[in-house]
C-alpha cells in the first residue's frame, strides 16, 4: 500500500479583488480551490484535461483553464472569475448573453465567456470568422455557437467599438 500523504500548504490568493486564504495541496487543481474552498461556482467541470474551456478563468487577464492550473501557479496573481467579471452583470459580454438568449444548457456559457472577455481586451471589431477561432478551444455540447458569435458581436456594439 502506498503512501497517500500529501503536503497541505496555506495560500493566499487574490481572487476577484479580494485576498482570500486557504489550505490546500500546492498541486490541487485551482477548479477545485474555487468551487470546492471558495464556493464559487460559477467556472464548470468539463473534461479536466484543459480542453473544453467549461473551467476558463483569468489569471493576471490572461484566460487559462483552472482544472489543469494548480493553486501553485496562481500565488502573486490576480484570479478573476465569472462572479468577479462584473459584480452586477453589467459586463458587455454577459448584458449581451441575456439580450440575445445565448444559453441553451448554460453549462459551457462561463467559459465561453471568459474567454471572450480575456481577448476582446486586445482585438477590435473581430469578424465572424475570427470569433470562431478566438473561441474554437470552448465547445458546446448543445452547438449554441451561432448565438455566441451573435452575443460576442453585440457586446462589441455594446462597447462602443
Known amino acids: ?7 497541505v500548504s496555506t495560500f493566499a490568493l487574490k481572487v476577484n479583488g ?13 477548479l477545485w480551490v474555487l468551487r470546492d474552498l471558495m464556493r464559487l461556482t460559477g467556472t464548470k467541470y468539463g473534461c479536466g484535461i484543459g480542453l473544453c474551456g467549461a473551467c476558463t478563468i483569468h489569471l493576471d487577464g490572461e484566460a487559462i483553464r483552472s482544472c ?14 465569472i462572479e468577479g467579471l462584473s459584480i452586477d452583470g453589467t459586463h458587455p459580454l454577459q448584458l449581451a448573453w441575456d439580450e440575445l438568449n445565448v444559453s441553451q444548457c448554460g453549462y459551457c456559457q462561463t ?9 476582446m481586451r486586445e482585438k477590435e ?3 465572424p470568422q475570427a470569433i470562431d477561432g ?3 478551444g ?3 455540447r448543445c ?16 462597447e462602443g467599438r
Do not use: F
Not at 452547438?143 to 455594446?158: C, F, K, L, N
Open 1 to 7: 500500500m502506498s503512501n497517500l500523504l500529501q503536503t
Open 18 to 30: 479580494e485576498v482570500r486564504t486557504v489550505e490546500a495541496s500546492p498541486d490541487m487543481p485551482l
Open 68 to 81: 489543469s492550473t494548480p493553486i501553485s501557479a496562481a500565488v502573486g496573481k490576480e484570479v478573476t472569475t
Open 111 to 119: 467559459g465561453q465567456i471568459m474567454t471572450a472577455a480575456s481577448w
Open 125 to 127: 471589431n473581430p469578424t
Open 134 to 136: 478566438y473561441q474554437s
Open 138 to 140: 470552448n465547445l458546446c
Open 143 to 158: 452547438g449554441t455557437y451561432t448565438r455566441i458569435r451573435a452575443a460576442i458581436v453585440r457586446a462589441t456594439e455594446i
